[in-house]
């Protein structure tokens, strides 16, 4: 009978502050953002970029792409971790993308210049930019087939596409208005060297590197961009070295450790033709790229992302479809350190959503940005974005 | 034994003396008798001197002044025949003498009367009889004021002689009080029962037809009953029942009161309506004569009476205390403010503070009305305890989240601040505090459907009569007269 009561007084107590249930959500480390209500996209967070804000800068951003009425947004992360979306439809300027598939990439400089690439239209590529050096404003980029890779590379943009067509084109730059079409191939192969076909793109200081739908890396001079003619292939700077098959594309992370300079690559899963793998590719010499370890296995990862955290690498990677207890689909993301030339096998942290939904795809979307000049792990599920300002392997920012 | 020779020789002489001078008393009387019934005779023939001779000679006989008026009566009756300007004079000389020895009489106004009226006539017969205008007196009829007066009429007369006087005459009944003492003489009409008493001797009951024309005489030689003892009982409010030995039987009468008693223990109660009852036991010895006094307080009564539809079913208290168990309900009440109280099952009760006057019956009829249905307390109570358990469940439902939440916010995996739990445990908290406050609401509510008044009152007419006991002389009777006013 006390205890009845007592629980009938705290009830009573408790009942009076649901005000607290604001505070507690103040409280917690992991902001969730839903679609807001000004997004028309069916699908909020198919693809996010983290913006690489100046280490002074208080507060983050992040740029979100949608698919459905398909359209990008962004997302102000303040200096109190309190997410307010910044528009919903400013993302497309005059152009128009009819359908924006769960494979659309973006990119995001945070200070303006964004670029979605559209995979499911062939030869739609809309650079919305607000940065005059690198893009003109509202551009569109023809390609000529399914944009795969993009990336940013010294103030030009650069798309991988698979090369088909007359006039095979595989890798697109753009620099202001001109846009240039080359083609990229693998250079081994006797009197016909091959296209490539980029599953991903990246670039260092001098290199731009693409990790193949085939597994192999191939490194080529940045002046290539400027200097490539169509149907004159360019052949890469660097031996072959072969990883992880990503027909469903992946990830290729550029890093140095020290003296040394790795790439990761991440083979994204898909149950039809290929299994999630991790692969530590050793370039301190360019030109002889080099095997680091064996391949991680990674069943089920579609998404990745590379950052430093607190002076340790980490590698973050996706798993839309991994169940949480008997949740299905509920999504989780691992936190892999990346030290000493090596990968860990083993995840140092699995990021969760405690009470996520089934299907909620937790991880369909991963990538770190500047938040009060620290990074921190943003990742997109199913119509929300995740900002975890703090983990196991870092301090709370 | 020389001693007890002497004092029987006493007794046998006193009572000898006693004997011998009511014997005389007796033959005096009947020598009166014999000349008032020669006198009527005397004046039935009109002969009015020889009749007012006779009722003179009844007079010598025995002194009763109602002989007097008669023998004024029969002067009176002659001088209006003649004209006797002498019989006038004599008429006024024996009615004088007649309220001379009978002040009190209750003809005392008409006898005072006539004697004006005889003077008049007398004064204007002189007048007459110096203007020489006849033979004399006799020569003028009787004025018209003579007339008016009627013909005179002789009276009868009851007497009652005890032997020994001082006797207690009791009418009818002894609870109507002392009617006289012995001797006795006056007017009565009528039959009625003659019960004599006095300290010592035997009660005499007997039964007395009076007739105003004859004299009645009731004599009666009491005999001594030295074996019993004598009580006087007094109270400070005239009138109290008087109550010995066995209330049950009811009051022997009111007081004061005396009477001869059996020696021994005995008990008396002395109360009366709206007093305190007093009590007292004392122990006679025979031929003892004690007095019992009794101080009884309290306040004077008014009635109340209550009445109306449905009042046998009522219940009826005053100042907190059962009045009627049920009506209607006619009781004596002290007088001042008192609080009314009628209730019956399932009605509205009837309260009501009143004043009760003195003598004054105070009449309430009531009304009473039916106690309106509680339901809709009913219906409050279950829906405020409806939504305060769901209030309770909630709030605990609440608390349960807050504290799930406050663990995995300390833990290593935080939840997201959309968790749902987030907002379903404010909805819960403010669905609780929502439901809490309608409770609240609700059970103030039916608390104030339980205590509030619904629906008319219960109410009463009340009509206050005073009663007052009033005294009144008439040709017929003389005695105390009730009026009720209202």
Redesign the interface.
């Known amino acids: 009978m006390k205890k009845l009561l007592f629980?009938?007084a705290?009830?009573?107590i408790?009942?009076?502050?649901?005000s607290?249930?604001?505070d507690?959500?103040?409280?917690?480390?992991?902001?969730?953002?839903?679609k807001p209500d000004g997004i028309k996209a069916t699908e909020y967070g198919v693809s996010i970029a983290g913006a690489t804000l100046p280490a002074e800068t208080s507060g983050g951003k992040i740029a979100i792409l949608s698919s459905g009425s398909g359209n990008y947004s962004t997302l102000a992360l303040d200096p109190g971790g309190i997410a307010q979306d910044l528009g919903a439809n400013e993302t497309l300027g005059a152009h128009t993308i009819d359908s924006v598939t769960a494979k659309g990439t973006v990119l995001f400089d945070g200070v303006g210049q964004v670029v979605l690439v559209d995979n499911s239209n062939v030869g739609t590529v809309v650079a919305v930019s607000g940065s005059p050096d690198a893009l003109s404003l509202d551009q569109q980029i023809p390609t000529p087939a399914t944009p795969d890779a993009t990336a940013f590379a010294n103030g030009q943009l650069v798309v991988g596409v698979t090369s088909s067509g007359a006039t095979a084109a595989n890798i697109f730059s753009a620099k202001g208005t001109a846009v240039r079409s080359c083609l990229f191939t693998d250079g081994t192969t006797s009197g016909a060297p091959a296209a490539v076909a980029p599953a991903a793109v990246a670039i260092d200081s001098s290199m731009l590197w693409v990790y193949t739908k085939a597994g192999d890396l191939f490194g080529y001079p940045l002046t290539a961009l400027d200097t490539c003619v169509v149907g004159t292939p360019t052949g890469p700077t660097t031996a072959k070295v072969s990883g992880p098959a990503a027909t469903n594309n992946g990830h290729l992370a550029i890093i140095t450790e020290g003296t040394s300079k790795y790439a990761i690559l991440t083979a994204y899963d898909t149950a039809a033709t290929s299994i999630g793998a991790i692969q530590l590719v050793n370039i301190t010499t360019a030109a002889t790229p080099v095997l680091a370890g064996s391949v991680i296995s990674a069943p089920g990862v579609r998404a990745a992302a590379y950052d430093t955290f607190d002076g340790s690498g980490v590698l973050v990677l996706g798993y839309p479809g991994r169940a949480n207890g008997s949740t299905s689909g509920a999504g989780a993301v691992d936190l892999h350190t990346v030290t000493g030339g090596a990968i860990a096998a083993t995840a140092s942290?699995t990021?969760?959503?405690?009470?996520g939904d089934s299907n909620h795809l937790f991880g369909r979307a991963v990538t770190t940005t500047r938040y009060n000049g620290q990074p921190i792990v943003v990742v997109a599920a199913d119509n929300?974005v995740?900002s975890f300002y703090q983990?196991?392997l870092y301090a709370k920012r | 034994m020389k001693t007890r020779v002497l004092f029987a020789i006493c007794v046998a002489v006193a009572m000898l003396a006693t004997t011998s001078a009511f014997g005389q008393s007796a033959d005096s009387l009947k020598k009166a008798q014999a000349s008032f019934d020669t006198a009527q005779s005397e004046y039935l023939a009109g002969k009015f001197d020889e009749a007012a001779a006779r009722f003179q000679e009844a007079y010598a006989a025995r002194p009763f002044p109602q002989f007097l008026y008669n023998v004024g009566a029969s002067f009176h009756m002659k001088g209006k025949r003649t004209s006797d300007v002498a019989a006038y004079r004599k008429a006024v000389e024996f009615y004088k003498r007649y309220l001379a020895e009978e002040p009190q009489a209750q003809d005392k106004a008409n006898v005072e009367k006539a004697i004006g009226v005889l003077d008049d006539e007398i004064k204007r017969l002189d007048a007459g009889a110096g203007s020489g205008s006849g033979s004399g007196a006799t020569a003028a009829a009787p004025s018209q004021e003579v007339q008016n007066l009627g013909d005179v009429k002789v009276r009868g007369l009851v007497v009652i002689v005890t032997e020994p006087q001082n006797a207690t005459i009791y009418l009818d009944d002894k609870k109507k009080g002392p009617f006289a003492t012995t001797p006795w003489s006056g007017s009565i009409d009528g039959e009625h029962k003659l019960i004599i008493e006095k300290r010592g001797y035997k009660v005499v009951e007997s039964t007395i037809s009076a007739d105003p024309t004859k004299l009645v005489q009731f004599v009666s030689s009491m005999a001594q009953e030295d074996y019993l003892a004598w009580v006087e009982i007094a109270s400070n409010i005239p009138k109290s029942d008087v109550f010995i030995d066995d209330k049950s039987i009811g009051a022997v009468g009111s007081s004061p009161w005396s009477q001869q008693i059996k020696p021994g223990k005995h008990t008396f109660w002395i109360s009366k309506e709206g007093y305190d009852e007093y009590t007292e036991t004392i122990d006679i010895a025979p031929g003892e004569t004690k007095a019992v006094k009794g101080t009884i307080k309290g306040s004077p009564l008014g009635k109340i009476a209550i009445t109306g539809y449905g009042i046998e079913d009522s219940q009826i208290a005053i100042d907190g205390k059962l009045l009627c168990e049920r009506g209607p309900c006619l009781r004596s009440v002290p007088q001042g403010d008192h609080v009314i109280l009628v209730t019956r099952e399932g009605w509205k009760p009837y309260e009501r503070r009143i004043t009760i006057e003195a003598k004054a019956e105070t009449q309430i009829k009531v009304t009473l009305v039916p106690k309106p249905s509680r339901s809709d307390a009913v219906v409050a109570y279950v829906v405020g305890a409806i939504f305060g358990g769901a209030?309770?469940?909630?709030?605990?439902q609440?608390?349960q989240?807050?504290d799930d939440?406050?663990k995995?916010?300390a833990s290593?995996?935080?939840?997201?601040?959309?968790?749902?739990?987030?907002?379903k445990?404010?909805i819960?908290?403010?669905a609780?505090?929502a439901s809490?406050a309608i409770s609240a609401i609700t059970l103030v509510t039916a608390v104030y459907y339980t205590l509030r008044d619904k629906g008319p009152p219960s109410t009463a007419l009340i009509d206050a009569k005073s009663v007052t006991l009033v005294p009144e002389i008439n040709t017929n009777y003389a005695g105390l007269g009730m009026e009720v006013h209202w």
């Open positions: 629980l009938a705290t009830s009573l408790g009942a009076c502050s649901w607290q249930f604001d507690l959500s103040d409280t917690t480390t992991v902001r969730g953002t839903e942290d990021l969760q959503i405690p009470n929300v995740y983990t196991s | 209030g309770i469940y909630l709030g605990l609440a608390n989240l807050h939440l406050n995995e916010i290593a995996h935080p939840p997201a601040s959309n968790d749902s739990r987030f907002l445990g404010k819960y908290a403010i609780a505090d809490l």
